[in-house]
């Protein structure tokens, strides 16, 4: 029996402690929460403070800089891109020179792309006009603004109209220079979007002046307004920015920006050269034919 009793009291003590503990441990972790709640408010009041000195400080900076921007003379520098004007008044002077008989010369010169003649044929009935339209329009007669190897025409607001519903392979062509690829700031865009394509070129130690040609591999598909060109493609062949055809016949801008975009230079847009929409019509390239209807990540690009 005692020593029932004794078992007793000590379940009773072991009861006490625990509860005794308990409210210990309640006890401290809210003087705990206190003080730290304390200190957090005191240290969100020292911020506020700093912050509100420091919009302080720089309104009465700006208001200072603005002072003194007014006694002074502003010179403002902007960056034309004339490419589209310069299309524009090329196509309208074709159109005043021809009439309607640019229709038919520019229907020629498809069927030249999807027979591949680089040249003009000894059956042309007119090969002077034929020479004189293709100037413009057909990559072998320019190979100053078109430089490829490719019998594509290039698209222009009157060409996709002419060729509304003909089935083509498109690519995006773009030249530049390696001057126009230096640039004097830190590099800011997506690092997929690299000088990978120009790399091999770059190595062959051209000219200032010189011009390195980027032709994108697009699809194979149908001329028409809501027809999607892909603008852009990364590292790894990734198809980036696709835009309507219509758009892009129509804005030189977001060609060029989108040709920065691609070389990893966003900020020299109005600094790299032209792009051109150019299409293989009623047949595919050779890279197309290749591929066929799988897509091959590796040969997106034709150089």
Known sequence: MPRHRRSERKRSDKRLR??????????????????AMARLRYLRRIHEKIERERRKAI???????LESLKQRQLTVY??????????????????????VELDDLILSLAEYSTNAFSGVPPTEQRPDK?????????APFNPEEIHTTACAIRLT????????????????????TPEGLISMVV????????????????????GRRERHTRKKKGHYGVIRPDEPIHM??????????????????????????????SVGLPERAMRLGDVNIIAIIGRKGKLTKKIGAKRDLLATFER
């Not at 607001?157 to 530049?176: C, M, Q, S, W």
């Not at 980036?240 to 892009?248: F, G």
């Open 59 to 65: 309104r009465e900076r700006a208001k200072l800089l």
């Open 157 to 176: 607001p009157k060409t996709a109209r002419v060729l509304h519903g003909l089935e083509a392979d498109f690519y995006v062509i773009a030249i530049n």
């Open 232 to 261: 852009v493609y990364t590292n790894w062949f990734e198809e980036r920015y696709s835009i309507p055809l219509k758009h892009a016949l129509v804005c030189k801008y977001c060609l060029k920006k989108y040709n920065a975009h």
């Open 187 to 206: 590099e800011r865009s997506n690092p997929v979007y690299h000088l990978v394509e120009y790399l091999r070129k770059i190595t062959r130690r051209k």
């Open 78 to 99: 902007m960056v034309f891109s004339y490419d589209s004007l310069k299309s524009a008044n090329i196509d309208k002077n074709l159109i005043e020179q021809y009439g």
């Open 130 to 138: 034929i020479k004189a339209v293709g100037r413009y329009y057909y």
């Open 18 to 35: 625990e509860n005794y503990i308990r409210q210990l441990a309640v006890q401290f972790l809210r003087a705990f929460h206190e003080v």
